[in-house]
């Protein structure tokens, strides 16, 4: 026989208050005597009681439910932010649900399936989409805030928290042009219209500026190393060795690990002497002996903490970024 599980009344009861005295013992914030508080979690821990938080959500309309959206799963740095993120919603009494946008299930459905779940807010981790998905006339006004987490946004009313893409292309170039190389190239993730607002348009008006109009673009379609070695591959085979590139930017690191392997194991390059590579995350694999490389570590945790502070009202919603750090190793 299934075990009945103890309610607000039965701890009122064994603790000899008021059923509203309980609702408030476990309330934060609420007016109670500490003593009192006290009486009531010492009841309710012997009876095995705890809240019931959908009958709470329905008196205050809130869930503390947040979607987490995610269309990439091959990129191996979604899940130490996923890690980060989550870990700071529980802190502040939300948990996450994971949508996984796919083939099946693209962006628009995913929102809406999570407006229907009555979740407070929507943070997309996407990469794959376009802007113009999440436009006024795509989704309905009445769902839930959407926020976009380590991506520029477009979209006036959709706030997002990303790196500083200018400023983290400057000091990446700059390093570059220091070590004197001068046949750059771009490897790209996704094709989406942000991208030309983003790290490929910084770093290519960059070389532009100082007279090199020609910046080889290698598009990968997708942010995981295999697609990254297809696109070297098929690059490295059509190009003489004297009109290749000497330095390759990827888009992130999975991207620049990927070229790595090609570069070394296929056409045995060494790096950086015959092609130099950076990426961008600051994914802790960068840093292994077998990799050694340059990579822009964005600052996640201070991300993270922005756009919880947001979703909790301590920060305005808006679209803001914040610099990152650039990490020099052997790659260049």
Known sequence: MTKRRATAADVAIAAGVSKWTVTRAFTPGASIADASRERVLREAAKLGYRP???ARSLATKTTNLVALLVDDFANAYKLP????????????GMVAILININR?????????DAGQRQVDAVILLGTDFRDETFSDQALPAAGPPLFVLARESTIAHIPSVSCDAPQSMEEINDHLWARGYRRPGFMSGPRTLSTVLGRKSCFISFWQQRGIVEVAELPAGSYDRQAAANALRSYLAATPAEERIDVLMCENDALAIGAADVARYE?????PEGLAIVGYDGHEMTAAPSFDLTTYQQPMQ????AIVAML??????????????????GST
């Not at 932010?81 to 502040?92: F, G, M, P, W, Y």
């Not at 099946?104 to 929102?111: E, I, P, S």
């Not at 909790?312 to 190793?329: A, C, D, F, N, Q």
């Open 267 to 271: 056409f045995g390059l060494k790096i």
């Open 81 to 92: 932010v996923l890690e980060l993120l989550t870990q700071a919603l529980q802190a502040e």
């Open 52 to 54: 019931n938080l959908l």
């Open 302 to 305: 201070e991300m993270v903490a």
């Open 104 to 112: 099946r299930f693209d962006h628009v459905a995913a929102f809406l």
């Open 312 to 329: 909790k009202g301590r920060l305005e919603p808006k679209s803001i970024t914040i610099p990152g750090k650039l990490i020099v190793r």
